[in-house]
């Protein structure tokens, strides 16, 4: 693919973002034969953007890493993105609908990372000798895309839908609990909408961690010390309405909410 497609396809993507607008995914109009390892050049090149923006990274996340998100996207491998300090938001903040497309939200446990650690070969035990905490965290997820309907090319191109990101302020070492059998529910308006374990991420959600540092293995590129990591959804993605009032709720993490403006 050449660098003119690169561009044109992550110029297409930002505008949706930036113009908080739907856009007809790649693969039914720019690019229909874009391939996995094309849909991750355009998606450097959109981090690239945001860099040059001024925009600074919070760390890598993984996306599509529990069956029940594979299931309800239609996609069958896990995949990874960035997080940008723009899309922080307060625990018990708001999340204004003006500024986002569609947003969904979902319950996962982040990782911040007390060394680097660089594939391939790495597991989730040595992840979790690298970690200096987790904590609990809501993502807001906003496909640029028309209904959420995509390809896996597609989703990674647009960054795996990263949109907004509320982090909890409960710390805890990752040795005191175990992070498989952490039960996650998300509640709107006192309504139960979602629920889990930390199991649904690939058997325990360090394992995901594991698998993006062999992902970036094959890019040249580590998790670094410092970074705050996704680790994927635990439970379906919920839409999001305004007037929502949003808690995840976490074992031995704590809560973490947001409203809807
Ligand atoms: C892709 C992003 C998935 C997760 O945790 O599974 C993701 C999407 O479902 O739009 O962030
Ligand atoms: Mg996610």
Redo the contacts with the bound molecule.
């Keep these: 693919m050449s660098s003119d497609q690169i561009n044109k396809i992550a110029c297409y993507l930002l505008n949706g973002e930036y113009e908080k607008r739907e856009v007809v995914k790649v693969t039914s109009s720019i690019k229909q034969d874009l391939t996995l390892e094309e849909a991750y050049l355009v998606q450097e090149e959109i981090v690239r953007r945001k860099l040059s923006e001024g925009k600074k990274i919070i760390g890598p996340?993984m996306?599509?890493?529990s069956y029940a998100?594979m299931k309800q996207?239609g996609v069958e491998t896990p995949i990874y993105g960035y997080v940008f300090d723009y899309m922080l938001i307060n625990n018990g903040g708001q999340l204004k609908l003006s500024e986002l497309i569609h947003p969904k939200v979902?319950a996962?446990i982040a990782f911040i990372m007390g060394e680097d650690v660089e594939g391939p070969g790495i597991t989730g035990v040595q992840v979790l000798a690298a970690t200096e905490y987790v904590i609990p965290a809501l993502?807001i997820?906003d496909?640029r895309y028309e209904k959420?309907n995509f390809t896996l090319p597609d989703?990674v191109a647009d960054n795996?839908?990263t949109s907004r990101v509320v982090f909890g302020t409960t710390l805890k070492k990752p040795d005191w609990i175990e992070l498989d059998l952490v039960g996650a529910i998300i509640t709107i308006n006192g309504e139960i909408k979602g629920l889990g374990a930390g199991a649904a991420v690939l058997g325990h959600p360090a394992n995901s961690i594991a698998m993006l540092a062999n992902m970036l293995a094959k890019k040249g590129k580590k998790i670094k010390k410092g970074d705050i990591i996704l680790s994927?959804?635990i439970t379906e993605?919920v839409t999001l309405q305004r007037g929502d009032n949003v808690t995840g709720k976490f074992d031995s993490l704590g809560e973490v909410t947001f409203t809807v403006v």
Excluded: R
Aim: hydrophobic share 40%; no cysteine.
């Design positions: 996340k996306g599509l890493t998100k996207m979902e996962e993502e997820i496909s959420f989703v795996a839908s994927g959804g993605a």
